[in-house]
């Protein structure tokens, strides 16, 4: 393709090669999923890309491309007064699309037509995502892990965060899964990132680690909310040591108080959380929830479901789990002095399981 480069490589180190990665698709398909860092500049939008479909599938060919190149010539322009306005002369960007087709061949041609060294990424965004599920579904990871657990309410996020300050590594699941992992646990007003979006940022973070050091992660179900842990992350994690946090029924309510406070004050979303419960709850103890929510009675409300649901199916899978136990800590979830010690202790853990944090 004269005019400008073409390539496969989609690593980490291949990417940080541009000084830009331009994504041209509708910003439906980018917020669906796009590669890490990717800026989107769409020639066509959602309801210009929608036209031209329809105009493709039920008028003609020819009059679908005539009316989607006016529409592209129009958007290309408007991105070189706009975004690209201010990039110099050895602005080097990647640009992709769906497939690699007319699209990113499109935005590639004029922008090396105003001098710019342009790559295309043959495949486009197909091929970056066959890198992302072989990575994640086909190909074992040699991974230090070592899991935070503990029942529901016993501040394992809060740890986790803890031990990142010690200088320890630690992934985050739930933070891109953007969800809590728990049955209440998703964040008010943001809904989670789709699978291939959550699948990205988890490649992402896992090849900025350190694979030599130790992992602590939070010990969590095969999926988070609505997101499933990827089957090579997921067959590490059952197989890793782990410190198990232990407090009192009673803390760990009020800690959860605190901590899904954005739940608490949303009574629909409690009412749609316990539509969710395994065992559905009878009318009777339904009624009682309710008059507890009234009257602001949200301690006993977490504990009354942390007995009815949490610790039980904590306890099913801690009794399937076949992975060591290597210590077990009381923290008291709801004192940030309990917490850094239990984050010490962890820390304490990994330097003498692995020689290194």
């Known amino acids: 393709m004269a005019g400008f480069e073409t390539t496969e490589a989609v690593t980490a180190a291949d990417l940080s090669r541009y000084d830009a990665i331009i994504d041209v698709r509708s910003p439906a398909e980018f917020a669906l999923d796009h590669l890490p860092g990717a800026e989107n500049l769409p020639v066509l939008d959602d309801q210009e890309r929608a036209q031209v479909g329809t105009i493709y599938v039920q008028e003609s060919r020819f009059l679908a491309r005539r009316i989607g190149a006016a529409h592209v010539a129009r958007n290309i322009a408007r991105h070189l007064e706009t975004a690209l306005a201010d990039r110099p002369a050895s602005f080097r960007p990647l640009i992709y699309c769906w497939r690699g087709g007319q699209r990113s061949e499109a935005m590639a041609t004029i922008l090396s037509q105003v001098g710019w060294p342009v790559t295309l990424l043959r495949g486009g965004y197909r091929t970056y995502r066959r890198h992302v599920t072989t990575r994640l579904y086909d190909t074992p990871r040699d991974l230090k892990l070592l899991l935070i657990d503990g029942h529901t309410g016993s501040a394992k996020t809060e740890v986790l965060h803890a031990l990142s300050a010690l200088g320890v590594q630690i992934l985050d699941l739930e933070g891109l899964a953007e969800h809590r992992g728990s049955l209440f646990g998703a964040l008010a007003g943001r809904p989670q990132p789709s699978q291939k979006l959550f699948e990205t940022r988890l490649l992402q973070t896992l090849d900025a680690l350190d694979p030599e050091r130790p992992i602590v992660v939070e010990a969590e179900a095969s999926k988070i909310g609505d997101r499933m842990t990827p089957p090579v992350l997921w067959r590490a994690m059952q197989l890793a040591p782990r410190v198990v946090l232990e407090a009192s029924q009673e803390s760990r309510a009020r800690y959860l108080v605190g901590a899904y406070g954005d739940i608490a ?24 929830w309710r008059k507890l929510i009234a009257a602001g009675e949200f301690a006993e409300l977490a504990q009354a ?20 136990v290597l210590a077990r800590m009381a923290v008291n979830p709801g004192e940030a002095e309990s917490r850094a010690s239990a984050a010490q202790a962890i820390a304490d853990a990994v330097l003498a399981r692995y020689g290194a944090l």
């Open 305 to 324: 479901l942390i007995d009815l649901h949490y610790d039980r199916a904590y306890d099913r899978a801690a009794r399937k789990a076949e992975a060591p």
């Open 265 to 288: 004050a949303d009574p629909d979303a409690l009412e749609a959380a316990f539509d969710r419960l395994p065992v559905a709850p009878s009318r009777e103890r339904r009624e009682v």
